[in-house]
């Protein structure tokens, strides 16, 4: 009987929907400052500087670049990101209780 509940691994509680908002929002609000740095005040500079305005094409992929390092860098590191450890979130695979795979965490950003 030992052997079986050595195998099995701790279930996590499913999170409500206030806390995945929370969550959520903390999230959106580090990610603005991250792309204010690095997107906001690169395009700012070109336009300054050099007088020309990227493309929005090229505005929207660096801002999608940054949201993409920021998410699935944190999932795939510590199962969650900045916004999510305040409430003891966390992404896993059901299997193992993990954190994410690079491919995992690539499909989960690209669904949300």
């Known amino acids: 009987m030992s052997d079986q509940s050595s195998s099995k691994r701790l279930q996590g ?3 409500g929907v ?14 603005l400052g991250i792309s204010m740095l690095l997107v906001g005040i690169p395009i700012t500079l070109s336009v300054e500087m050099l007088g020309a305005t ?11 670049t940054v949201s993409y390092a920021y ?6 590191k510590g199962g969650a990101t900045t916004g999510m450890r305040p ?5 896993a ?18 669904v949300l």
């Not at 998410?71 to 795939?76: I, K």
């Not at 059901?94 to 950003?109: D, H, K």
């Open 13 to 15: 509680v499913n999170a």
């Open 18 to 31: 206030l806390i995945r908002l929370l969550a959520s929002c903390y999230d959106g609000i580090i990610l």
């Open 54 to 64: 990227p493309p929005k094409w090229l505005q929207y992929l660096l801002f999608l």
């Open 87 to 91: 409430w003891k979130l966390m992404v």
């Open 71 to 76: 998410f699935v860098g944190f999932w795939v």
């Open 93 to 110: 695979t059901n299997e193992t209780g993990m954190p994410l795979s690079w491919m995992a965490a690539s499909v989960r950003f690209t």
